[in-house]
Nanobody
Framework: QVQLVESGGGLVQAGGSLRLSCAVS????????VDWYRQAPGKQRELVAV???????NYRDSVKGRFTISRDNPKNTAYLQMNSLKPEDTAVYYC?????????WGQGTQVTVSS
């Protein structure tokens, strides 16, 4: 069974940094696309960053140049490095993997950026 566990969230001041991790159980990680989503209170969940199984990345405009998505296949772990954080980055961040027409989600980790 595939399980995703996010970690690394917390409270940080504006301008600070956090690194989120997404640890994936099972043996499908290396062939999976990994996405980071976020959901702020009262708002819809939105896609933040994507990394394909081949390592290609894409970001939503509001985080380009500040966030970096990466993956470590031997460790079955994906990361989201978040720098220059802003209060509007406050949200619950979710990791999602997609493979073979299936998707799996983590439980989310809270990121709070104070002004």
């Amino acid at each position: 069974q595939v399980q995703l566990v996010e970690s690394g969230g917390g409270l940080v001041q504006a301008g600070g940094s956090l690194r989120l991790s997404c640890a994936v159980s099972g043996n499908i990680f290396r062939i999976s696309e990994v996405d980071w989503y976020r959901q702020a209170p009262g708002k819809q969940r939105e896609l933040v960053a994507v990394i394909t199984s081949g390592g290609n990345t894409n970001y939503r405009d509001s985080v380009k140049g500040r966030f970096t998505i990466s993956r470590d296949n031997p460790k079955n772990t994906a990361y989201l490095q978040m720098n220059s954080l802003k209060p509007e980055d406050t949200a619950v961040y979710y990791c999602r993997i997609g493979v073979r027409a299936q998707e799996y989600w983590g439980q989310g980790t809270q990121v709070t950026v104070s002004s």
